[in-house]
C-alpha cells in the first residue's frame, strides 16, 4: 500500500500545532494525532477518501493507534476527496459512507 504524501509541509504543520498549542495544555488537546502515546486514548472511527488531502495524517493516525494496542476503524474511499459527501449527498458513495458511519 503507498502511503500518501502529507497534506502538509512538515515545517508548517509543526508551527500550525505550536501555534494552535500556545493556550492549549498539550498536543492532544489540539489532535489526539500530534500524541506520542495513544494507548490511552478511546477508540476511533476514522474515514478519508483516497484522494483526501489528509489521507496521509488519517492513516497513519490509525496505524499509530493499533500499534499501541488501540481500535480505530479505518476507511478509505476510494475515488473520493475531503468532504465529498457534503458536496454530493444523495451520491450511492456518501449515503453508504454516512450509514457506515452511524452503525
Partial sequence: MTMARPALDPE???LLADMALMSRPSPEAVSP???????????AY???????VFRGED????????????QSELHVWAGRFH???????QA???TTARRTRTY
Fill in 33 to 43: 494525532e500530534l500524541a506520542e502515546d495513544l494507548s490511552a486514548l478511546p477508540a
Fill in 59 to 70: 492513516t497513519d493516525y490509525a496505524t499509530r493507534s493499533w500499534a499501541a494496542g488501540g
Fill in 83 to 89: 468532504g465529498f459527501e457534503a458536496l454530493h449527498p
Fill in 46 to 52: 476514522i474515514d478519508t477518501g483516497f484522494e483526501e
Fill in 92 to 94: 450511492h458513495l456518501s
Fill in 12 to 14: 508548517l504543520r509543526e
